[in-house]
């Protein structure tokens, strides 16, 4: 099994920045894809961005240019860095890893939160 451990949300005036980071442990298998998601209240959960193991990255249009998401294969770890960072980008956001099995695993969120 997985496990994964978020850190870095907070708040933020619009137009600043946050990092997130989330530590994936136990069973890792590759290829694998870990990415952010986040669901602000009212709202379904939604893509963010993701990086598969080879490198592949994909991301929502709405944090193109803004967010870059990295990872660090040997520590399996993922970072979200999210510049001018805006209201409507507040939402608690989830790391997830998945593996070849399609099997998602979630962690437990951590609230962004960007003041006008």
């Known amino acids: 099994q997985v496990q994964l451990v978020e850190s870095g949300g907070g708040l933020v005036q619009s137009g600043g920045s946050l990092r997130l980071s989330c530590v994936a442990s136990?069973?890792?298998?590759?290829?694998?894809?870990m990415g952010w998601y986040r669901q602000a209240p009212g709202r379904q959960r939604e893509s963010v961005a993701t990086?598969?193991?080879?490198?592949?990255?994909n991301y929502a249009d709405s944090v193109k240019g803004r967010f870059t998401i990295s990872r660090d294969l040997a520590k399996n770890t993922v970072h979200l860095q999210m510049n001018s960072l805006k209201p409507e980008d507040t939402a608690v956001y989830y790391c997830?890893?998945?593996?070849?099995?399609?099997?998602?695993?979630w962690g437990q969120g951590t609230q962004v939160t960007v003041s006008s």
């Open positions: 990086m598969a193991s080879g490198g592949l990255t």
């Open positions: 136990g069973t890792i298998f590759v290829p694998n894809t």
């Open positions: 997830r890893y998945m593996g070849v099995d399609l099997r998602p695993t």
